[in-house]
């Protein structure tokens, strides 16, 4: 996918490559950059992920996850896609924002055998990070469906892809069963009251008049005026 910008078109990839369970490196492909900035980071993970976006976007897939990394099951499911035999790559799309970030992967056998698939991941970085939607919890109350937990919902799919343990007609109650472990551990970590999901569905947030719609994520897209 590309980003285009009046006058400036910037694709960046950051790879980050597993050396060892507490080393890892990267390098980037600034090939269509118009603009050559030296981006390289380092990361105390042990998983393999490519990031895709504009700058801004990559800073924010990269502090998202730095957050998932901060709970076991966070790093339990980044461990398991960097020990896959495949790549995973996420994506900034700005019209991802209509499905909370989509998670593909080609549709072979693979994907439930065992051996698994290169994913890809569509997600809006620039959706605000208490998320763009809330989901149904329990006794089909709203809950928060955060920009951390959506991605982290998102990965849950990659692993199971990457992984070729994709439970298929499943795949989305085996989503939201692990994202709300990762609910749970993220809540007892910031103090915060843990709220389970229960459904699959949920709702745009949007502001009380179309003039309050931010159309810089693309807000437009999921509230109508
Ligand atoms: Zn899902």
Redesign the pocket.
Known sequence: MRIVKKGLTLKIIITILLLSSNQLSSASDLSDSHQTPQFTDSLHYGFKIDLRGDYRAIMRFKRWIDIIAQVPSGISTLWAISQSNHQLLIKHSHFSVISSGR?SAPMTRNLTNGIGEDVEIKFNAYIPDQGSHRVYGENRRLIEFTAVQNLF??LA?AKHKMTGHWPYSR??FA??KEENVFRKELAELQNQPYFRRTH?RGESICPQTAEQIDTSWGQDLICNS
């Open positions: 998670t919902h998102e799919h795949s989305e989503a939201i699959i």
